[in-house]
Structures are given as structure tokens and as C-alpha cells.
């Protein structure tokens, strides 16, 4: 090796390390989210590369089987986590997150949120939203049942796959679904509806896999799943059930956690939920609504949804007073 290839060899070596050096001072923001958000179809690849773009940084996105588990994940691990942000918390389990003290003020301008409700808060931020539905194959159910009435009446062998309330916010927003819509006798329907239960699963991507593989009538879910099979597999017919009851609301929320090393970025990242570029992301990826209106507005497969006449939703502390009584109730009520 001549002393001319010696030198370019080294040089070459030396750009490498810098070049490596370089990106690894890049600040990393981890993001703690649940594992349909962070998945390959899902929201967080997309979200990942755009948010990346503008603030020189690395977006890590961790997952656990559910929101909830996210939020246990980081009260396990305390100050010493490594999440600056958990992702896809909702209204139900807000207070409880809060309770903890463990998140402190995003700092966003909420001004452009456009969501199904009233909203000031400092410490959790809306990014998208949705209504609970029992989501079916019209091809094989002609007539799906449009109450829990009806859902409680139908023959033995017609089966539903919900998810665990204990583990799941879909699981959750229906115990307090039946719970808003009878009052004190949500046990009694609970009573009648138990028989029509497949399983219990633990999170939404077991339960609506299952439904998919044929193994339940239909399955718990979002009044918005059916855009999923519209747009991406030009497929319709997945239909949401509409409730006489009404349905019940799903606003998903971020915080960014106290103990975070990023505080600024993380901020930074909050503000960006608001922004078009991610909100236009939301709806053909998490399969919802966005928080905001944006410029492009809703794809088209959007717009034959079934749109709940009639909203139901309890206030995140009344749900945090009673949540483990109501879900002490359909546990006894069920039998499991």
C-alpha cells in the first residue's frame, strides 16, 4: 500500500467516525405508544420520517400491547424512564395518568383542535378521535343488531369478541358504554350480553383479528374500521352497527412525561401533532378522525360512515372514581 492510499484509506476512516459521531449526538425522543400506532401500517413510520425532517433528532417509538400498558410501563420504570412522550392514552384514563404526576404541560396552541367536545387542557393533548362501534361483515350478517337490547336477544350461538378493560381503552370505553347508556342496571345487561361473549382478549389487534378470521359475528371496535377495508383493500362489506343508544366517544391524547431528557423537542413534537402534515396522516394509518380540521379534509372512504346521532361520554374524573368499581361490576356480571 503506497503512502498516497495510506492517507486515503485514513482519511476515508476518519470521515466515517465523524459521520457516525455526528449522528449519534443527534438527540433521541422515545415515545412510548401502543403496538397497532407503531406498527408497519400504522401511523408511527410515517409520523417518524416527517417529524424527523424538521428537528434533527432520532424518533424512537417503543411499544406495549395497549395505551394502558404504556402508561403502566412508565409508572414501573418512574424518573428513570426512557419515554419523554406516551402516545395514545384517551379520556378514560387521562385522570388516572394525571394522578400520577408524572407528565407535566405540552405547551401547544390548542386553537386549531376540532373535536367532538369541550377542551382545555394543559397537560394532555388530543391527536385524534373515533365512537366505539361493533363492526361486522354485512355478507354474512344480514340484520345486526341495532341495540345491546338486541345484541342480549339474539340466538346462543351468535358470538362477540371484546376486549379486557383492565388492559385495553377500547375494553374500557365499552364497560363505560353500557355504563353511560343503563345506568345502575349496566350489570343486568351486562347479565344478558355475557353468554354472547366468544373471549375476552387482551387489546384491539388480537380481538379484531380473530373477527377477521372469522371466529365471532363481530367484534368491538371503531365506527370508523370499516375506511380501513374501503380505501385500503377496496372492500365494503365491513359496516359499524349503529346503536340506538348512541355511541361512545374516543378522544386519544398525548403527555409528554416529567422526567424527560428532551424537554424541548418533546414540546416541539406536541405542537407538530396539530400540524397538517400529521393530522393528514392520521385518518388512512390509525384508521380515525383527526383533532383537527385539515387542509385536505377527510378521504372519501370516510364519508358513508355511520355518524352516532347521539354521543355519549362520562367526564374523565367521574370515570377515575368509578373505573375500578364498574369494571369490579362487569367482571362479576360476566363471570370471569
Not at 207 to 214: I, S
Not at 243 to 267: C, M, N, R
Request: aromatic share 12%.
Amino acid at each position: 500500500m503506497t503512502r498516497i492510499t495510506r492517507l486515503l484509506v485514513t482519511f476515508i476512516l476518519a470521515s466515517f467516525s465523524i459521520a457516525n459521531a455526528q449522528a449519534s449526538d443527534k438527540p433521541v425522543l422515545t415515545i412510548y405508544t401502543y403496538d397497532a400506532f407503531a406498527a408497519e401500517w400504522g401511523p408511527a413510520p410515517k409520523l417518524k420520517e416527517a417529524f424527523e425532517k424538521t428537528c434533527a433528532c432520532t424518533v424512537d417509538f417503543i411499544t406495549a400491547d395497549s395505551s394502558i400498558g404504556a402508561l403502566r410501563k412508565v409508572q414501573l420504570e418512574g424518573a428513570s424512564t426512557k419515554a419523554d412522550i406516551v402516545l395514545g392514552l384517551d379520556t378514560n384514563i387521562a385522570e388516572a395518568a394525571r394522578a400520577t404526576g408524572l407528565f407535566i404541560p405540552h405547551g401547544a396552541d390548542q386553537a386549531k383542535l376540532d373535536v367532538p367536545m369541550s377542551w382545555n387542557d394543559d397537560t394532555f393533548l388530543p391527536f385524534d378521535y373515533s365512537y366505539f362501534a361493533f363492526v361486522y361483515n354485512s355478507e354474512k350478517l344480514k340484520t345486526p343488531p341495532t341495540s345491546f337490547a338486541e345484541l342480549a336477544n339474539l340466538p346462543k350461538d351468535f358470538k362477540i369478541v371484546v376486549q379486557d378493560p383492565r388492559s385495553s381503552t377500547p375494553g374500557l370505553g365499552l364497560v363505560l358504554w353500557v355504563r353511560d347508556a343503563y345506568g345502575d342496571k349496566a350489570a343486568d345487561m351486562w347479565k344478558k350480553i355475557a353468554p354472547k361473549i366468544l373471549t375476552v382478549t387482551k387489546g384491539w389487534s388480537d380481538a379484531y383479528g380473530l373477527f377477521l378470521k372469522g371466529e365471532a359475528d363481530m367484534v368491538l371496535s371503531y365506527t370508523t374500521s370499516p375506511a380501513y377495508h374501503l380505501i385500503a383493500e377496496n372492500d365494503n362489506k365491513y359496516k359499524a352497527a349503529p346503536f340506538s343508544e348512541g355511541h361512545y366517544l374516543q378522544v386519544e391524547v398525548a403527555g409528554i412525561v416529567k422526567s424527560t431528557k428532551q424537554p424541548a423537542l418533546a414540546k416541539k413534537f406536541m405542537q407538530f401533532m396539530l400540524s397538517d402534515e400529521f393530522q393528514d396522516i392520521i385518518p388512512t394509518t390509525n384508521w380515525t378522525y383527526p383533532a383537527t380540521k385539515t387542509a385536505t379534509g377527510l378521504p372519501d372512504g370516510f364519508k358513508g360512515l355511520h355518524v352516532p346521532a347521539k354521543t355519549l361520554l362520562i367526564d374523565g374524573k367521574t370515570v377515575e372514581e368509578n373505573r375500578k368499581g364498574w369494571i369490579d361490576e362487569w367482571l362479576m356480571a360476566i363471570g370471569r
